[in-house]
């Protein structure tokens, strides 16, 4: 599209201009919304390769008692039909806890994803990825159940959970 005044320039606020000597050209501005409900808030998560779908047994890697951690919903998730939905590092799911103490099985706990095994891409241009699959059981508000996480967290987790980036022993 090409406009060559100011006043058609105004009247599409939805468009960047880029200014040459000649001419006003026009692009129009996509904005690229998260295919998982997310996109548009202030403060949004960086698109990661989802590699945790529901009914994914992850290790719990803190000290609540709980081993491991059963994948049953993501939050966040719009879907698609016959898509599972899946989480990535950062997410916060609804997982209930197969293996650890009795007072935390058979109900279902929200937890955040601090590992993946699935390599993901960094805005560096690195792919990470890690040994095992994890999280840590949470509240609510995204405070920690436990109070000690053993094993690396990644970068991006952190960023989004502070109280859990307090626990971390390394950041990775």
């Not at 548009?40 to 491991?68: E, H, Q, Y």
């Not at 993946?116 to 560096?124: G, S």
């Not at 509240?139 to 626990?167: D, F, H």
Request: a positive charge; hydrophobic letters at 40%; proline letters at 5%.
């Amino acid at each position: 599209m090409r406009f060559d005044t100011k006043a058609e320039l105004q009247r599409r606020p939805y468009c960047i201009a880029l200014l040459d000597p000649h001419f006003i050209y026009i692009l129009h501005r996509t904005l690229i919304m998260s295919k998982r409900g997310r996109g548009g808030s202030a403060g949004g998560k960086f698109r990661i390769s989802l590699g945790l779908p529901v009914g994914a047994v992850i290790s719990c890697a803190d000290n609540t008692g709980a081993k491991n951690l059963y994948i049953i919903a993501v939050q966040g998730v719009r879907g698609r039909l016959n898509r599972l939905p899946a989480a990535a590092v950062g997410d916060i799911v609804a997982a209930t806890v197969k293996k650890g103490k009795p007072e935390l099985r058979k109900k279902v706990h929200p937890a955040v994803v601090i590992r993946q095994r699935k390599p993901y891409r960094r805005k560096d241009g690195v792919f990470i990825y890690f040994e095992d699959n994890a999280g840590v059981i949470v509240n609510n508000k995204g405070e920690m159940k436990g109070s000690a996480i053993t094993g690396p967290v990644a970068k991006e987790c952190a960023e989004l959970w502070p109280r859990i980036a307090s626990n971390a022993g390394s950041i990775a």
